[in-house]
């Protein structure tokens, strides 16, 4: 599996990226600000392959946020897009770390070719099984399981029991599940999180076994291992 996190404020932009990225086979994490990038890279680490760091973002210039970034260790290839096409903005962005460059507008096939062309330069190992406690996620055969029994799972419980496993003890907010699983095609004021998470209950509870997704009041939900 390839994780990849998107850094752009344009919701547009944004989706179409990662609908064309999880077309793809691609797992994406969209960013929508300096400061929830910095957080997803902190919770996803070493799980994260790559960043698509658009420069223009509402609270920090992307550029100053890879540098910090960089400066703090953090390794995955980093590809720059972003509508500032003049020489110094490209030599700015590839001074502070970025692996590559692409200038919007583009073409979706370029940009697969620029992923796969970074990537190669770096092959990270990636993993094909996620465990938590009692949970597996088994990525090639799409299989869940809990304690050794089987769990079928509709692909969105899937996407969201994937999500919540790959953030365990993190309180997970109902927007960032919302962007994360359903991206931005959904009302922000719909409760289907809430639906969803009653669904994916049902599913991984096992009598006589502890609940794994806790609700934390005005937070959102926390995944807890057994
Ligand atoms: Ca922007």
Do not use: C
């Amino acid at each position: 599996m390839v994780q990849i996190l998107i850094v752009e404020d344009d919701p547009n932009i944004a989706s179409f990226l990662a609908r064309g990225l999880a077309a793809e086979g691609y797992v994406t994490t969209t960013a929508r600000s300096a400061t929830e990038a910095r957080r997803w890279t902190a919770t996803l680490g070493a799980e994260l392959n790559l960043v698509l760091l658009d420069l223009g973002l509402p609270d920090e210039d992307g550029t100053t946020l890879l540098q910090s970034l960089r400066a703090e260790g953090f390794s995955a290839p980093v590809i720059v897009l972003t509508a500032k096409d003049g020489l110094a903005h490209k030599v700015a962005g590839l001074d502070a770390g970025a692996n590559d460059y692409i200038t919007k507008p583009f073409a979706f096939d370029e940009l697969l070719a620029r992923i796969r062309a970074v990537r190669r330069n770096v092959a990270q190992p990636s993993p094909t099984e996620i465990v938590v406690g009692d949970l597996t996620l088994d990525l090639l055969t799409k299989l869940a399981q809990r304690g050794g029994r089987q769990i079928e799972l509709a692909p969105r419980e899937w996407v969201m029991l994937e999500l919540f496993m790959r953030h365990p003890n993190q309180v997970l907010s109902r927007s960032q599940i919302l962007s994360n699983v359903w991206d931005y095609s959904f009302d922000p004021g719909s409760n289907v999180v809430d639906v969803y998470v009653g669904y994916l209950r049902r599913k991984i509870n096992v009598p006589g076994l502890p609940a794994l997704i806790q609700t934390v009041r005005g937070a959102g939900y926390r995944l807890t291992p057994a």
